[in-house]
């Protein structure tokens, strides 16, 4: 008869999926701020303001 107990939690797997999340989250943030910067080098920075309250509304709303 097959041992249908819950699978023992493996500790390097879960090592491996934190350390993944943080990367991907760091690296999300580091795009972020370089369009940002990218912006601003073609528009005023109340332009980029007002892009970003614009694209944060939704998010705010909905997230």
């Known amino acids: ?3 249908r107990r819950r699978p023992s ?4 797997s ?3 999926a ?6 991907l989250r760091r690296s999300s943030m580091r ?3 370089c369009a940002i910067h990218l ?6 920075l109340q332009e980029v303001a007002d892009l970003l309250e614009k ?7 909905f997230g």
Do not use: I, N, Q
């Open 18 to 23: 934190r350390e993944e999340a943080m990367y």
């Open 14 to 16: 879960e090592l491996a």
């Open 55 to 61: 694209e944060a509304a939704p998010l705010r709303r």
């Open 9 to 12: 939690k493996d500790p390097l």
């Open 39 to 44: 912006c601003v080098t073609h528009m005023t």
């Open 31 to 33: 795009f972020l701020e």
């Open 1 to 3: 008869m097959p041992d």
